[in-house]
T-cell receptor, first 113, second 116 residues
Framework: AQSVSQHNHHVILSEAASLELGCNYS??????LFWYVQYPGQHLQLLLK??????LVKGIKGFEAEFIKSKFSFNLRKPSVQWSDTAEYFC???????????FGAGTRLTVKP | ETGVTQTPRHLVMGMTNKKSLKCEQH?????MYWYKQSAKKPLELMFV???????ENNSVPSRFSPECPNSSHLFLHLHTLQPEDSALYLC???????????????FGPGTRLTVL
């Protein structure tokens, strides 16, 4: 069974549209959750992370994600996307007691100007 | 620029060749990782080193052989690879492997490997 599932392979939006990318993980214990972004031709970089505390996490560039434990979800949101948000987005989880990081297959976001 | 460099950026090799991928981190981290990124598939964690000791080997075939001579350098030695091994190989580093708020993984740009 896949540890991290990202529901959409490719999302196409117009500028100023709102974004929500789905992410579900399959582990019943304590997890740490991450969203990484990979811009065209660039390295993977961290957008935001959840370890504990407030389940609504704010990251860089106006992104946020909400950890909903009952749904095993950590969806990424942005109220108004820009053309420069065109990239591939990866959800990941690690376990609380080790750093076995598992990634989803990624969602490619294309923002049309 | 994340402070993690990888060379070469592109590599084409035959199935009988032997080559090595190199990763270097300038962040003072103690943990380093190799990942494989194939098209349309999740990133796969291959190897983890913490303080130069290998702590994870996720059932990777023996034709991939890692080496970590010190906390700043990580190599992936390749021999008798198969065409299905063609992928982007990513290196990452973190302060250590014990996850906490401060153990974000920083990724290098990757080596695009093509096996003919």
């Amino acid at each position: 069974a896949q540890s991290v599932s990202q529901h959409n392979h490719h999302v196409i939006l117009s500028e100023a549209a709102s974004l929500e990318l789905g992410c579900n993980y399959s582990y019943g214990g304590t997890v740490n959750l991450f969203w990484y972004v990979q811009y065209p031709g660039q390295h993977l970089q961290l957008l935001l992370k959840y370890f504990s505390g407030d389940p609504l996490v704010k990251g860089i560039k106006g992104f946020e994600a909400e950890f909903i434990k009952s749904k095993f979800s950590f969806n990424l949101r942005k109220p108004s996307v820009q053309w420069s948000d065109t990239a591939e987005y990866f959800c990941a989880r690690s376990l609380h007691n080790n750093n076995d990081m598992r990634f989803g297959a990624g969602t490619r976001l294309t923002v049309k100007p | 620029e994340t402070g993690v460099t990888q060379t070469p950026r592109h590599l084409v090799m035959g199935m009988t060749n032997k080559k090595s991928l190199k990763c270097e981190q300038h962040l003072g981290h103690n943990a380093m990782y190799w990942y494989k990124q194939s098209a349309k598939k999740p990133l796969e964690l291959m190897f983890v080193y913490n303080f130069k000791e290998q702590t994870e080997n996720n059932s990777v075939p023996s034709r991939f052989s890692p080496e970590c001579p010190n906390s700043s350098h990580l190599f992936l030695h390749l021999h008798t690879l198969q065409p299905e091994d063609s992928a982007l190989y990513l290196c990452a580093s973190s302060r250590e492997t014990n996850p906490s708020s401060y153990n974000e993984q920083f990724f290098g740009p990757g080596t695009r490997l093509t096996v003919l």
